[in-house]
Nanobody, 111 residues
Framework: VQLVESGGGLVQPGGSLRLSCAAS????????LNWYRQAPGKERERVAG????????NYVDSVKGRFTISRDNDKSTLYLQMNSLKPEDTAVYYC?????WGQGTQVTVSS
């Protein structure tokens, strides 16, 4: 199993980023997937989850209305569209499937 995140970077407050997670090594379309994040000095928290077909999604309260999780099963890729970013969104973001994790991508929100 391999999960490779990309799309992180430095963005000003109020800006947007789109994270991607390219997956391989398992039958992507049959599993629910998650995005997690970990800020310095804090525990890793689950940000969003999506069902195998993409019909069901859920979010931590702090990102509801700003973040959108989606997936392309034909491309075996998971996405996280992040809008109206805030400094408190600064963290390393991870793609998660079962007990597997990617290497993470850094998101920094700062002016």
């Amino acid at each position: 199993v391999q999960l490779v995140e990309s799309g992180g970077g430095l963005v000003q407050p109020g800006g947007s980023l789109r994270l991607s997670c390219a997956a391989s090594g398992f039958t992507f379309s049959t599993y629910g997937l998650n995005w997690y994040r970990q800020a310095p000095g804090k525990e890793r928290e689950r940000v969003a989850g999506i069902s195998s077909g993409g019909s069901y999604t859920n979010y931590v309260d702090s990102v509801k209305g700003r973040f959108t999780i989606s997936r392309d099963n034909d491309k075996s890729t998971l996405y996280l569209q992040m809008n109206s970013l805030k400094p408190e969104d600064t963290a390393v973001y991870y793609c998660n499937y079962a007990g597997y994790w990617g290497q993470g991508t850094q998101v920094t929100v700062s002016s």
